[in-house]
Structures are given as C-alpha cells and as structure tokens.
C-alpha cells in the first residue's frame, strides 16, 4: 500500500506525492475536519428510518482516500492501476478520487487572491502591496485529446503548438515565492494578450507587470525589444533584454512546479468540465510546497 510505505519511508514523500510529509499531515487534518463537516452537514439534512453507520464499509481510511487522490495528481497512473496500488476496484478508485479533489480545492487556494477574496479589506490591502513589485506574468499550455466533432476540433487546435490544447496564465511575485493569480483552461488559440487583459482586472490599475513578447501591446506590462527586419538590436537593448529575462525565469520555475504534478504536464485525460477544478488544485498544492501557504494546524 502506497500510505504505509510513506508512513516507512516519511522522506520519500515528496518524490512519490509532491509535497513533504511535513506537508501532508497537515493537509491530512484540514481534509479531515472539512469532510467530517460536510458529513455532519449532510447529516443534519436527512431523515433517517435505519441508524447511522449501516452499509458496507469503505476499504480505505480517510488518510488512504486522500493520499490516493494526491497520488493521481503527481503520477497519473490509469485508474485500474490505481485501484490495484490501493487494493480496490477501479471504479471505487475513480469514485474515491472525484469525491476528495472537491474538498481538497476547497482548503487549497489557488491564488494570494483568492485566499483573500472572501475579505474586502484584505483584498484591498494585497492589491495595494503588490504595487510595490513587478509582477512576473507567463502562460502554458496543455495536450487534451481531439473531440470528434469538428467545431470543437477547431475551438481547441493550437497552432503554435500543432495540437488541441487548453491554455492557463500564471501571475507570480518577484523570485517566484507566490502565485498571486492564475486564469485556467480557456481554449489553446487564444491571444496571451487577451487572457493577460482579463486578469489585469483583478489589480490595481497601477499595477506594472514583466511578460515575454506575446504580451507586447498590453499596459503597464514590459516585454523584450523585439528585432525590426534587417535591423539588430542595440548593445543597450540586448542589455536591458538580458535583465528581463533574469527576473524573468523565476515565473518559468513556478510553472516547473506546477508540471511537477504529471496531470498538470502530459495530455489531460479526464473530462474537460474537470479541468479548471483540478488544476487549480495543483495550484494549490504548489502554494503548499513552495512555503506560501500554510495550512491551520
């Protein structure tokens, strides 16, 4: 069992579920007490005929159910594989992994905006800091498998990267020690400008930014000189082009992170109404791993 060979080998959790075992028992008693929560919630809702606790009972404890989950995330096995890890049927395996990624999103903001989105003042007062820096802005795309209907084909084909894809934007902090925003699944060929604009609406408007050329044209958003037809760039403007790029490669380095998870790197494979929901829980979990959230204990 996956659960007691890291319970074994605590060190190794990190190469196996992509955060630290540190990190894992404290998502363990965030999931817990959140799924103890809804289950009373939705307990206070029913009216019983038979006691509680009839039925079959599950194979797998809650920190069994959880580690499965994050499990899927990091290495993306095939859900019967999955199933033959955690000694259950792969449908109990499919099941166990839709029922806990809900739940896991929910204690695992994606964003610093959106930890504090529920609080106006706090909100506020995060735009206001952030105007202190220049924010790093950068987009990635990920394979999705080509619908059958033609339409589709075409709202989704990529011509830059010659396959259907689904393009998200990360905006991080200097030093790449945040993810501030993230917009998640829109369709492959849209403009990375158009996608920048639409987050730009979440920050001050004197917010100042740091992107690459597919962000040329955009306001307070610098990006490289970009070399005019026979002509080269000056000594000046390959200097302040080699700058850029230094402060640049931290935001490359947080979406590293995020294809740590191998759902979030190789050609998405479940349902695409899933998407948005579980990589902004990668998200979450990147924020988990780098140190920028911290979890109640």
Known sequence: MVFDYIEKYPLRTKQILGVSYEQLQSLLKCALKRHQDIKAKQESHKIRINAAGGGRPE??????????????????????????????????????????????????????????????????????????????????EQPIYRDSDQKEQQKYFSGKKRQHTLKSLMIGIPEGKDIVEVEVGVPGPTADINLFRKSQEQFDKSQLFSGDKGFQGGENITTPHKRKPKRELTQQQKDENKALSSNRIFIEHLIRFLKIFRVARERFRLKLDTYELIILTVCGLVRLRIGSLVLPT
Request: with cysteine.
């Open 59 to 140: 194979k797998l404890s809650t920190e069994e159910q959880v580690c499965l989950c994050l499990f899927y995330l990091r290495q993306m096995p095939t859900f019967q594989v999955l199933g033959m890890l955690f000694g259950i049927s792969k449908t109990e395996a499919n099941d166990t992994f839709h029922n806990w990624i809900p739940i896991l999103r929910d204690i695992l903001p994606a964003s610093l905006l959106e930890q504090v989105s529920n609080n106006e003042s706090d909100f506020l007062f995060v735009q206001e800091v952030l105007t202190n820096f220049r924010l790093l802005v950068d987009s990635l």
